[in-house]
């Protein structure tokens, strides 16, 4: 073993840990930055928009009025229900792609 810690392909422990942190703060850096990203996602032609951060958490959602119909209550949670999962799908790829960037492809397990 050579002195002064393990030697696996050139690079020693020290190395691989400065690199692990780099990699920390790169991560924690694209997760702050995807949580200030807004997301909007609309329905009913419009008529529902909703908008999300990249922390996934509903920021805004806006409702034509002429699209409130007392008689089918069912169709407004629906588009609702639409946008919304439209907005945070879209939050979700941001948020994947950015860290796919810091990580070059590799899945760590908890981060998105």
Do not use: C, Y
């Amino acid at each position: 073993m050579a002195k002064g810690g393990f030697n696996r392909g050139g690079m020693n422990r020290n190395q691989m840990m400065a690199q692990a942190r780099k990699m920390q703060e790169q991560l924690l850096a694209a997760q702050e930055k995807a949580a200030l990203t807004l997301h909007t996602a609309s329905a009913g032609g419009g008529a529902v928009k909703v908008t999300v951060s990249g922390d996934l958490r509903l920021t805004d959602l806006k409702i034509d009025p002429e699209v409130l119909d007392p008689e089918d209550v069912e169709m407004l949670q629906d588009m609702i229900i639409a946008a919304t999962n439209d907005a945070l799908e879209s939050a979700e790829k941001a948020a994947s792609q950015a860290m796919s960037s810091v990580t070059g492809g590799l899945n760590i397990p908890g981060l998105f």
